[in-house]
């Protein structure tokens, strides 16, 4: 007998869909949507996630989670069965703690805060963007005080993004990065000379670039007869379903970089996403771990595999052909350390591998101190100025290239920036295993063959969806917890070859 699981499916199936169709709603408000619907819009954001957060969490979904929970008492862990109710009863008992009125505001104010950030940004207005920020942070201390924490309440926050992560947790990831990355991003600042990136810096059709960086990701295996790519102020990747993934990506015509890592950062979302097994399809279990087994896919993808010698020797004939005027002259060494230029800047989106993690110490101990207190919003374009100084050495000449350049707190997303950190480090240690499982993996991406690897992930991390928890998914694929050694081996292997340090 399974009555109440089928019940539970077909109920949490129908809350999915809600989901599903909020997120299409607000990929368009990103893409297409024209500039005066912003209201009508954010009503509409608000009914779907007042409907789906009120059938998550009704008594109902609990009583066939409870029943549920007997019917599968005897199937084991790893079946769909028993995942399914297991990640449910977490689900349920987290959303429990929100009251709908509450989950329904904030959605309403940061489909509002959207427009508010993006005009902020544009005239590069922090002020503008203040009432908003305001508004936003309140109804994040209601949070706060509904969920509980045990010794800092940005952990409550952390936790919507990363099951269990403390800013405990990420003080000493970052204490253990910082240690190497500062030193090390210090000897290469002064070889600064070494690295010359003019030849990414010229002008690059816009059309020819789209081109390019959708015929690679297609390769890497991003499937666009399930999938599509549009332009938007931020890239990002969503997905309505495991059969159609959008990501999006925005245009330099001076400067190859951001659309190109960009395409190839959002398609390794992409790729995540498309990855789920058929049968989690419509269920909650369709998905990602988390955000930050998410970056790892991305940063693999635009990093690890887009920045590496051997990927280049293939496709820079390639991207020759693409761009003869400029590029014709530039030798492929010469091409691959002008991609691998480190240089303090202050853009997160198109910083360096070397300096990232630097950008986003910053804004975890900006949101950390606004979040406890001792940080008030007016004064955030100065916090964040202060540590840019500190960590990167420069003080963005405006709030648009400094506080106001992400798009996540106007979405709320306070808590969500350390695991883009989590993410390299993860992209390092889950491509080393790989290929320690395959060891002719890096001898196939100089062919411009990547389906071993793909495969690899696909079945070690893409084909379980959401059914298991990051930090167990992690010790499944490669047999140990989340470590930062790999990757800064990583970093000091490739830039003390670039660099000659
Ligand atoms: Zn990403």
Redesign the pocket.
């Known amino acids: 007998m399974s009555d109440s699981l089928d019940a539970l499916k077909s109920r949490l199936g129908d809350v999915v869909s809600l989901t599903n169709i909020q997120a299409l709603v607000e990929w368009d408000q990103q893409t297409q949507m024209p500039p005066g619907a912003a209201a009508s819009k954010a009503r509409h954001v608000e009914v779907l996630s007042k409907l789906s957060h009120e059938m998550e969490v009704a008594d109902e979904t609990g009583s066939l989670i409870a029943a549920a929970e007997k019917e599968v008492a005897s199937a084991t862990y790893d079946s769909f069965d028993a995942s399914l109710v297991r990640v449910a009863r977490r689900g349920y008992d987290r959303a429990r703690k929100l009251p709908t009125d509450l989950v329904a505001e904030m959605s309403r104010v940061t489909a509002m805060a959207h427009e508010d950030w993006v005009k902020a940004r544009q005239n590069d207005d922090f002020a503008a963007f203040v009432p908003s920020l305001t508004k936003i942070l309140e109804l994040k201390q209601r949070e706060i005080a509904c969920k509980g924490y045990k010794e800092h309440p940005y952990d409550a926050l952390l936790d919507n993004f990363e099951i269990g992560l403390t800013a405990a947790d990420v003080d000493s990831m970052f204490s253990e990065l910082r240690v190497e990355l500062v030193p090390l991003v210090k000897a290469i600042t002064e070889r600064a000379d070494a690295v010359d990136d003019s030849p990414v810096h010229q002008e690059f059709p816009e059309d020819k670039q789209r081109a390019f960086a959708e015929m690679v990701v297609s390769k890497y295996g991003f499937d666009f007869s399930r999938g599509r790519q549009d332009k938007s102020v931020h890239p990002f990747c969503t997905s309505f379903s495991r059969d159609d993934v959008r990501i999006t990506t925005r245009f330099d015509p001076n400067w190859l970089n951001p659309a190109l890592f960009g395409t190839f950062?959002e398609s390794g979302?992409g790729m995540y996403e498309q990855g789920s097994d058929p049968s989690l399809e419509g269920t909650i279990l369709c998905g990602g771990a988390s955000l930050g087994v998410h970056?790892s896919q991305?940063r693999l993808w635009e990093n690890v595999i887009g920045r590496s010698y051997p990927f280049w020797t293939h496709f820079y004939p390639k991207l020759q052909e693409t761009f003869p005027g400029q590029l014709k002259d530039v030798s492929l060494d010469a091409f691959y350390r002008a991609i691998n230029k480190v240089e303090p800047s202050f853009i997160r989106v198109e910083a360096d591998e070397a300096t990232y993690n630097l950008h986003i110490m910053i804004r975890f101990e900006v949101e950390r101190d606004v979040i406890g207190g001792k940080i008030a919003v007016k004064d955030i374009p100065e916090a964040w100025n202060a540590k840019s100084k500190e960590y990167l050495g420069i003080v963005p000449p405006t709030n648009a290239l400094g506080c106001l350049q992400d798009i996540h707190w106007s979405f709320g997303g306070f808590g969500y920036f350390p695991t883009y950190s989590i993410g390299n480090l993860l992209s390092v240690q889950l491509y080393d295993t790989a290929v320690k499982a395959h060891p002719a993996i890096p001898e196939e991406i100089a062919d411009g063959e990547f389906s071993t690897l793909l495969g690899w992930m696909r079945s070690n991390i893409h084909v379980h969806g959401a059914k298991y928890e990051p930090k167990e998914l992690i010790m499944r694929a490669t047999g140990e917890p989340m470590q930062s050694r790999s990757y800064m081996k990583y970093l000091k292997t490739k830039y003390s070859a670039i660099y000659g340090l």
Request: charged share 25%; net charge negative.
């Open positions: 950062h979302h970056e991305s």
